[in-house]
């Protein structure tokens, strides 16, 4: 089997699908107060061609697929698109990210559908952050999904949390110590200044070295882990506590360099890189894998080294723009 790889030999045997670009919530960092314009249902793919397409990329290597969105429980079908993804040859691991808020209906049988890991968006415990910082959510449905999935073995549960300075950067403590007790992976992801959040990134932007201060501050010592499917993270476990925290900083810190991930937007464009405004429409070759083959390289032979959110505008290489898309529109 010829295996993906891009122009700097990174092996790229993981997808990051996004089945719908609705959502039930706004997060402040991700969409715009008003929402966003959908797409229309015909422009999304369909659960066939999600299918064939994992097919083709299960020919090419791939073994691992996450799920995301806007909100992929919103999708009617996505129990029955985690089925048969799980049953693609080849696959062996997939996952979902979710906020969470259909998950105490839902748990269940997309752990029977084969489900493998979930990760869980939870940016605050306090009801009423959690109501600003999504735009309206109820705190408590995720509380009750986390319940429900964490009785459910899934090979592991994550948290994912967006630090954002003056509106949960002082909970971090909260999210570690409750890995004392629940075996979670609380990740802590840093701010990128994407689609929404261009606004404010730089002023609530909030650097990951705020969890080790947090950490040496309170006396709790810690050592690292090795996670399966850890993706870009770095993960630690402070001792003697049964979850275990992770890192996500593509800001502060190396992120690309071991890159083998492919995102696929819900209208069905692959992007090499979740930073560049570079995609390529992949839709219609669905059904022809050989052209499905030739566009996907094409893409990783342009997928550059890094991404380079941080870099200040004047900074920037002229000749690239950074993605026109929302979060919520490539799935994160
Ligand atoms: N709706 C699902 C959810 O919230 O988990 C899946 C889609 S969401 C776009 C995927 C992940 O992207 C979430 O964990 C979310 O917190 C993260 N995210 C969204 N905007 C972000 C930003 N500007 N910076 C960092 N992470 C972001
Ligand atoms: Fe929706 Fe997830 Fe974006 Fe929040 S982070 S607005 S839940 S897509």
Same mark, same amino acid.
């Given at each position: 089997?010829?295996?993906?790889?891009?122009?700097?030999?990174?092996?790229?045997?993981?997808?990051?699908?996004?089945?719908?670009?609705?959502?039930?919530?706004?997060?402040?960092?991700?969409?715009?107060?008003?929402?966003?314009?959908?797409?229309?249902?015909?422009?999304?793919?369909?659960?066939?061609?999600?299918?064939?397409?994992?097919?083709?990329?299960?020919?090419?290597?791939?073994?691992?697929?996450?799920?995301?969105?806007?909100?992929?429980?919103?999708?009617?079908?996505?129990?029955?698109?985690?089925?048969?993804?799980?049953?693609?040859?080849?696959?062996?691991?997939?996952?979902?990210?979710?906020?969470?808020?259909?998950?105490?209906?839902?748990?269940?049988?997309?752990?029977?559908?084969?489900?493998?890991?979930?990760?869980?968006?939870?940016?605050?415990?306090?009801?009423?952050?959690?109501?600003?910082?999504?735009?309206?959510?109820?705190?408590?449905?995720?509380?009750?999904?986390?319940?429900?999935?964490?009785?459910?073995?899934?090979?592991?549960?994550?948290?994912?949390?967006?630090?954002?300075?003056?509106?949960?950067?002082? @909970?971090?403590?909260?999210? =570690?110590?409750? $890995?004392? +007790?629940?075996? &979670?992976? !609380?990740?802590?992801?840093?701010?990128?200044? /994407?689609?929404?959040?261009?606004?404010?990134?730089?002023?609530?932007?909030?650097?990951?070295?705020?969890?080790?201060?947090?950490?040496?501050?309170?006396?709790?010592?810690?050592?690292?882990?090795?996670?399966?499917?850890?993706?870009?993270?770095?993960?630690?476990?402070?001792?003697?506590?049964?979850?275990?925290?992770?890192?996500?900083?593509?800001?502060?810190?190396?992120?690309? @360099?071991?890159?083998?991930? =492919?995102?696929? $937007?819900? +209208?069905?464009? &692959?992007? !090499?890189?979740?930073?560049?405004?570079?995609? /390529?429409?992949?839709?219609?070759?669905?059904?022809?894998?050989?052209?499905?083959?030739?566009?996907?390289?094409?893409?990783?032979?342009?997928?550059?080294?890094?991404?380079?959110?941080?870099?200040?505008?004047?900074?920037?290489?002229?000749?690239?723009?950074?993605?026109?898309?929302?979060?919520?529109?490539?799935?994160?």
């Amino acid at each position: 089997m010829e295996k993906l790889y891009d122009s700097f030999d990174r092996l790229h045997d993981y997808v990051r699908l996004s089945i719908t670009d609705r959502c039930n919530l706004r997060c402040v960092y991700c969409m715009p107060k008003e929402g966003l314009p959908f797409f229309p249902t015909d422009r999304v793919l369909s659960q066939d061609e999600i299918v064939q397409m994992i097919e083709n990329f299960a020919a090419m290597g791939v073994s691992k697929v996450r799920i995301t969105g806007g909100e992929p429980l919103l999708r009617t079908d996505v129990v029955e698109i985690v089925r048969r993804i799980k049953a693609v040859d080849g696959i062996n691991d997939v996952s979902i990210t979710t906020n969470g808020l259909f998950l105490a209906k839902l748990a269940k049988p997309l752990k029977e559908a084969g489900l493998d890991r979930l990760n869980i968006s939870l940016d605050t415990f306090k009801p009423d952050r959690y109501r600003k910082i999504t735009r309206g959510g109820n705190i408590q449905q995720v509380l009750d999904g986390i319940a429900t999935a964490s009785k459910l073995h899934f090979k592991k549960i994550k948290l994912n949390i967006v630090l954002i300075k003056g509106q949960n950067d002082d @909970e971090v403590l909260d999210f =570690l110590q409750y $890995t004392k +007790d629940h075996d &979670v992976n !609380a990740r802590f992801i840093e701010f990128m200044p /994407i689609g929404n959040s261009l606004k404010t990134w730089q002023k609530e932007y909030v650097g990951l070295k705020s969890v080790f201060d947090t950490c040496d501050d309170n006396g709790l010592t810690y050592h690292p882990i090795e996670l399966r499917g850890n993706g870009p993270s770095d993960n630690y476990q402070i001792d003697g506590y049964e979850g275990s925290f992770g890192l996500i900083h593509p800001i502060s810190s190396k992120f690309c @360099e071991n890159c083998n991930r =492919l995102r696929i $937007t819900a +209208d069905g464009y &692959v992007k !090499a890189c979740l930073y560049w405004n570079e995609e /390529i429409d992949i839709r219609a070759a669905i059904g022809d894998p050989t052209a499905f083959r030739q566009l996907i390289q094409k893409a990783l032979d342009n997928k550059p080294l890094n991404h380079e959110m941080a870099m200040k505008e004047t900074d920037r290489i002229i000749d690239k723009a950074p993605t026109w898309r929302h979060m919520s529109q490539i799935g994160g």
